[in-house]
């Protein structure tokens, strides 16, 4: 895939991204990584269009990601908390947004969200609601929510932050998985081990700046002060 | 033998059970209260008064009903207000609250019926009675539409704008669906208080079950009689209203 950040800022409140630039390509699993408040939520809502930056541009895959609408029907994003909507079972969140946005029949629209929800194991949950499957659950249904979208990228903000360890080996194993569906992936976490495992090019964040970047290799040998800090605390 | 000991204090500790002994003491209680009264208790002396009765405990489900629809449009009416950009619809309604929260039900109803509605020229106090009964409600509707419409995260919000739903389909299939299940619950909690308050519109002579009953008891003394029959028809309301209500959030709850 390719990303291009040219001198995106971004102001809540305060300013939290500082004139970042980026350019990449030809990687196709990207994880952002730094403490938490360092702005990678903000930086990934940014590259997936669900938020316009406050200034400069970013460009992925050659679409005008602030000004072309049809960029977000070529996105899916993977929320921290999965976000399902909470009165529809599984299905229907997947089902829903075919019929209705994508030009399904109901039918068709069905037939799709459940082999997707197959495809991550959920065959036997599929027609209840949120609050009644784990989180591991949830967080897997949100991944194939994405997946039935047939999006070339696929975002996932701190997909394992809300879960306990074996949901998290759990739902990273599905992810895993995806790769061989020759999707790209762009992902924030904090499990290290998945990032070696799982992404080919890693870039580090602090206090809203790009610290470093480079293949995964960077984080057995880290160059600046703040990766190294950041790398002891982690592990 | 000790197995059966075991069986038995399971049954008499099991949840059942338990509410029926709970259940058993009160109607003791009843029972102890009544039978300690001078006069016999006599039901049949309510029986000339039944009609009148049966048409107060309908008036009164009438009258709350009615205050129902009227607090809960009018709570999302001031909900919208204090949406508003515009700061003076956000304070007005503060200012209302406050001013709600601070007032006793009777207050309010004698104001509307003796005060205001006749400086508006109305002397319909059932009508006044009402509308006050109606607008001591409305802030507790508008916090449900609050709580509910602030429940929708921000985060929902982003997917469906990413999914592509218009503006339609976000109150069609995600955003009213959702805000009417969380609304049941707290609804009728607010019908319940409804009901329970209109007993105050006895002193507008409204003819609801407090009113017709205390007439009775005016004309025949009955009090044990006529005030327990009244209790238990309020309970006869509320108790499964609030059964129902537990129901509805076990069932349908987000
Ligand atoms: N919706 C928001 N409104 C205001 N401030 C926000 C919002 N989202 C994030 N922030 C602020 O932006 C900064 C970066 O947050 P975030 O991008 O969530 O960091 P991270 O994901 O690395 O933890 C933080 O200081 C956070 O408080
Ligand atoms: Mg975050």
Known sequence: ?235 | MKTNKNQLRRVLDSKPVSYIFALGVFVLFAILIVSRQLRPFQLSAIEPYWGNIQSGFLNTIWVSFIALVGSLVLGFIFYLLTQSKLKFFKAFTDVFTEIIYGTPLLVMIMIMAFVVGPALGTFNRTATGTLGLIIYITPYMTNIFKSTFGSISEEQYMAMDLFGFSGYQRYRYIIIPQVVRMLMPPLMNNFSLIIKGSALLNVITYRELFYEITQMTNNNFRFVEGFLLMWGLYLIITIPLSQFTKYIDRRYGL
């Open chain 1, 1 to 235: 895939m390719k990303i291009e950040l040219k001198n995106v800022s971004h102001t809540y409140d305060v300013e939290v991204l500082h004139q970042l630039n980026l350019v990449l390509e030809k990687y196709n699993a990207v994880a952002l990584l730094g403490v938490s408040g360092s702005g990678k939520s903000t930086l990934i809502r940014l590259m997936a269009g669900l938020e316009k930056p406050t200034s400069g541009e970013i460009f992925v895959n050659d679409y005008d990601v602030i000004h072309d609408e049809d960029y977000k029907k070529h996105v899916g994003f993977v929320f921290q908390s999965h976000n399902l909507f909470p009165h529809l079972t599984l299905k229907r969140n997947i089902s829903l947004i075919l019929e209705k946005t994508r030009g399904f029949s109901l039918e068709q629209a069905n037939q799709i969200a459940e082999d997707n929800l197959k495809l991550l194991k959920l065959d036997d949950q599929m027609d209840k609601i949120p609050k009644n499957v784990s989180g591991g659950q949830a967080q897997r249904a949100s991944i194939a929510r994405a997946l039935s979208l047939n999006p070339d990228i696929i975002f996932l903000d701190e997909p394992t932050a809300s879960l306990d360890p074996i949901l998290t080996d759990e739902v990273l194993k599905a992810i895993e998985e995806l790769r061989e569906l020759g999707k790209d992936f762009v992902l924030v976490t904090h499990v290290i081990s998945f990032v070696k495992d799982f992404a080919n090019y890693v870039v580090f964040m602090e206090n809203g700046h790009i610290i470093e970047q480079g293949t995964p290799k960077i984080l057995d040998a880290p160059k600046t002060n703040e990766l190294k800090a950041f790398m002891k605390k982690v592990r």
